[in-house]
Every structure is written in C-alpha cells, then in structure tokens.
C-alpha cells in the first residue's frame, strides 16, 4: 500500500456520524446498539451503552468548552500561501479553496477567546473536516498568535487536537510550525501561565510530536486514537507485532504519556478547575 492510500483509508471519518442528522435511529459505530439520534445528542455524542466517543463536529465542540456565547474568535482571514506551488492530483490552491468553501474559513484550526465556566481563555480547535486537521503555516500562525494573546491578557491555552499532522502540500513550511509553536509556547511557560493540551481521535504525526504534548497538563478522550506514525507504518518498520491497545489513550495514560483521560460529559468542568488551580498559583 502506498502513502496515498494509507492517508487516503486514515482520514476516512468513520467515526463521525452522518451529516445529515436522521430524525430516528442510528447505529453505535462501536457496539451497533440501536440509539435514537436525540439521545446521542444529548450525550454529547457518546455511546450511552459502550460509552463510544464519536468525532465532534468544530460547531459542538466550541458549545461544548467554552460558556455559552462567549467565544469570540481572531484571526479568521489568515490564508494560507502557496510558497511551492504544490500540485498533486489536484493543485494546492484549489484544495484550500474547495476546503475553504465547504468549511467557511481556509484553515484547519479556529482560535479565540472564551470563558469556560466563567474563567477567561484562548482557546486554538482543530477541524478535521479540513484536509484531516492538518497542521501548515496558517495553523501554526494561529496557534503562535492565540499564545501571543494569552501572555498580554495573563490567561491560559487551551488547544483541542485531531490532526493527521503536518500538511505535506506545504512541506518543510509545515513541519517548520513544530519548531514555531514550541518555541512560543516556552514564552506561555515563562510567563507562568497554563497550557492544556486535549488530545481527541485522532491526534497523530508533527502536531503529536510537537504542541500537543507539550501542555502542563494532557488529557485525551476515551479510546482516542494517538501516535505518530500509523501502526501498520510502525510495523513494517520494526517487524513485529504491536501490543494490544498500541495508540489509544488508554495505552498512553499506562505508559505515562499522558496525565489523564476525561469523559467528553467532564471535560468542561475538569478544564475550569485545572486553569482556576493554575491562576491561583500565579
Ligand atoms: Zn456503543
């Protein structure tokens, strides 16, 4: 199998639910219990009998953190360049175009401001309906100005991730992002302010391997799928089996990659108390 196919088979959404919401019922992608639509709403699309953490469209997600008309967002014009004139089946160009229109901004993370149970916040969300999260210049622009933001006002980071990594259309400008947001983030610690970092299915390649395990404190959602490279890469590679579980986050929290795994239903609540704790220290 060759990388096109591999990223084409690991950006398939398959745990998203169907855009169109059913007025009835669906099915558990997980443990095919029957469940009606309204329910798993209400869940905040969570299995209510296997407990499943579905993907979350950027809409829920942003209802689901931040209080109730507070999110203010920056940045929403930043587009990306073209600096190589990249072309593969289709022109990079047109990519972000077609992405743009079909996502209503031309790049994969949305940042601003919030406040999360009353406490004030900048706040970075991936969108992995565009081009599967991928991390480029404008992402990491917007990552670098949201931290910029947090020292001026003295307020905590918060990035949600599901990324497939770095966005190969943009090469080494992509990858140089790592480099950019690691660096900003230092000033953030320096500062003495918070950085929580929420890893959501999937978070893999150069956004794992930079930003998102950079926080003071990292949670992820049960059963999120978080790596590097893809498994059957790894596999290939060293010519082994994987242990069982290799990449989720229950994985992750046993070896000690991670400091904890937070209910979607808890994830609110469990943000405020950590950026409260940390305020108060400072
Ligand atoms: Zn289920």
């Not at 969570?46 to 469209?57: A, L, S, V």
């Not at 009353?118 to 100005?145: C, H, N, P, T, Y």
Request: aromatic share 8%; proline share 4%.
């Amino acid at each position: 199998m060759g990388f096109a196919d591999f990223f084409k088979n690991f950006t398939k959404d398959e745990r998203a639910l169907p855009k169109e919401a059913p007025s009835h019922w669906i099915k558990c992608p997980s443990c095919n219990a029957l469940m009606y639509y309204k329910e798993i709403i209400t869940q905040h699309y969570t299995c209510p009998k296997c407990n499943f953490h579905m993907r979350i469209n950027l809409q829920d997600r942003i209802t689901l953190m931040c209080d109730e008309g507070s999110f203010i967002e920056f940045d929403k014009e930043l587009s990306p360049n073209d600096p190589l004139g990249f072309v593969d089946k289709k022109s990079y160009k047109k990519r972000v175009e077609e992405n743009a229109s079909k996502c209503g901004r031309p790049s994969s993370i949305v940042s601003g401001e919030c406040t999360i149970n009353g406490i004030s916040a900048q706040i970075a969300l991936f969108d992995f309906s565009f081009m599967g999260g991928s991390l480029a210049s404008v992402e990491g622009e917007k990552i670098v100005r949201a931290i910029a933001r947090a020292i001026e006002k003295k307020q905590g980071l918060i990035i949600v991730s599901t990324s497939g990594g770095a966005r190969m259309q943009e090469s080494t400008y992509s990858l140089m992002q790592m480099a950019k947001t690691s660096a900003a983030l230092n000033a953030l610690s320096q500062a003495g302010l918070p950085f929580i970092s929420v890893l959501s299915d999937p978070t893999m390649g150069g956004v794992s391997a930079s930003f998102a395990f950079l926080g003071d404190v990292i949670m992820a959602e049960p059963g999120a799928m978080i790596g590097f490279a893809g498994a059957r890469v790894i596999k290939q590679t060293i010519g082994t089996d994987l242990p069982q579980g290799f990449q989720t986050a229950e994985f992750l929290l046993e070896h000690g990659l991670i400091d904890m795994i937070v209910q979607r239903k808890d994830m609110k609540k469990t943000i405020a108390q950590i950026l409260e704790y940390f305020t108060a220290q400072a």
